[in-house]
C-alpha cells in the first residue's frame, strides 16, 4: 500500500522560496503518476503540476515559469521546487499518486499525503 508523507512547509516573504518533499513508501515508480495539489481556505483543491513516471511534467498556468515539481526514483521522493513565492500561494500542499492520469489529473487520485502548510506574506 502506498504512503505519502509531505514536509517543507513554512512561511516565506513574497519573492521567497521553498521547496518541497513528498516520501513515498510501498511504492514502486513504475507507471505511477504523482502530483502537488493545494487547497487555500474557502477555495476548491486546485492541481498544480503532475509528473508522469518518465518524467513529463505538467504545470497550472499560475504556476508555469515559477515552480518545478521533480523527482529521485531512487529516493522515493517527489519534489515541488518554488521559487518567487506570492501571497496567492498560500494554501496546504498535499501530493497525491495514481496509475491513472485522468483520475489524478482530475484530483480523485487514489492516495494523498497529509498535506503541508506554505504561508506567504506580503
Known amino acids: 500500500q502506498v504512503h505519502l508523507v509531505e514536509s517543507g512547509g513554512g512561511s516565506v516573504q513574497a519573492g521567497g522560496s521553498l521547496i518541497l518533499s513528498c516520501a513515498a513508501s510501498g511504492y514502486s515508480d513504475s507507471g505511477y503518476y504523482m502530483g502537488w495539489f493545494r487547497q487555500a481556505p474557502g477555495k476548491e483543491r486546485e492541481r498544480v503540476a503532475i509528473i508522469s513516471s518518465a518524467g513529463t511534467t505538467s504545470y497550472t498556468d499560475s504556476v508555469k515559469g515559477r515552480f518545478t515539481i521533480s523527482k529521485d526514483s531512487a529516493k522515493n521522493t517527489l519534489y515541488l521546487q518554488m521559487n518567487s513565492l506570492k501571497p496567492e500561494d498560500t494554501a496546504v500542499y498535499y501530493c497525491?499518486?495514481?496509475?491513472?492520469?485522468?483520475?489524478?489529473?482530475?484530483?480523485?487520485?487514489?492516495?494523498w499525503g497529509q498535506g503541508t502548510q506554505v504561508t506567504v506574506s506580503s
Open positions: 497525491a499518486a495514481d496509475l491513472d492520469l485522468v483520475k489524478i489529473w482530475r484530483g480523485g487520485a487514489a492516495v
